[in-house]
T-cell receptor, first 115, second 115 residues
Framework: AQKVTQAQTEISVVEKEDVTLDCVYETRDTTYYLFWYKQPPSGELVFLIRRNSFDEQNEISGRYSWNFQKSTSSFNFTITASQVVDSAVYFCALSGTYNFNKFYFGSGTKLNVKP | EAGVVQSPRYKIIEKKQPVAFWCNPI?????LYWYRQNLGQGPELLIRYENEEAVDDSQLPKDRFSAERLKGVDSTLKIQPAELGDSAVYLC?????????????FGPGTRLTVT
């Protein structure tokens, strides 16, 4: 069975602080994909990153970085020097070998960045 | 490039009334998804289309929900009759297997309130 757990329901930080959003996944598949999406108040989920299970390299994109660790089944997301515009709900998702089109989403982490 | 278009953005109906949601995916995307997102939760797949064919409708409550994707482009999701528990955001997404990247692109959603 596929499962994604985002234990942090809500996080509040002050602008310019760094913040890490946790994502822990469960799967028996050897090949799978992990994703992060951002959902601002407007409601549209915005794709941020995709990572396949064979690529454990960490990735950095501007102020965003992702740490993928298969040993702990985690795919954490860090925002450096957070900004008010980062305030949103962030979702981690998983898709597996037999159906890469079927996403299993976590329950999301609401990030509040205060000025 | 235009994103996924959904209408209406908001809908308020009384229970037992019918309601329909419309989605126009990104041009060239042959896979279309309908999700339901309850408050404080991640999206859950209702149905997935590959062109005109519904290939995964295992989570669609077929007694009251129906969907169609004529000509493999636009899609309509219908609820008849609506129940109080159907209040949620209904999201449409699309993806293309080109490059086998599998990320899904979401529309802004339709927020349904059943009174």
């Amino acid at each position: 069975a596929q499962k994604v757990t985002q234990a942090q329901t809500e996080i509040s930080v002050v602008e310019k602080e760094d913040v890490t959003l946790d994502c822990v996944y469960e799967t028996r598949d050897t090949t799978y994909y992990l994703f992060w999406y951002k959902q601002p108040p407007s409601g549209e989920l915005v794709f941020l990153i995709r990572r396949n299970s064979f690529d454990e390299q960490n990735e950095i994109s501007g102020r965003y970085s992702w740490n993928f660790q298969k040993s702990t089944s985690s795919f954490n997301f860090t925002i450096t020097a957070s900004q008010v515009v980062d305030s949103a709900v962030y979702f981690c998702a998983l898709s597996g070998t037999y159906n890469f089109n079927k996403f299993y989403f976590g329950s999301g982490t609401k990030l509040n960045v205060k000025p | 490039e235009a994103g996924v278009v959904q209408s209406p953005r908001y809908k308020i109906i009384e229970k037992k009334q019918p309601v329909a949601f419309w989605c126009n995916p990104i041009s060239g995307h042959n896979t279309l998804y309908w999700y339901r997102q309850n408050l404080g939760q991640g999206p859950e797949l209702l149905i997935r289309y590959e062109n005109e064919e519904a290939v995964d409708d295992s989570q669609l409550p077929k007694d009251r929900f129906s969907a169609e994707r004529l000509k493999g482009v636009d899609s309509t999701l219908k609820i008849q009759p609506a129940e109080l528990g159907d209040s949620a955001v209904y999201l449409c997404a699309s993806s293309s297997p080109i490059g086998q990247t599998y990320e899904q692109y979401f529309g802004p959603g339709t927020r349904l309130t059943v009174t």
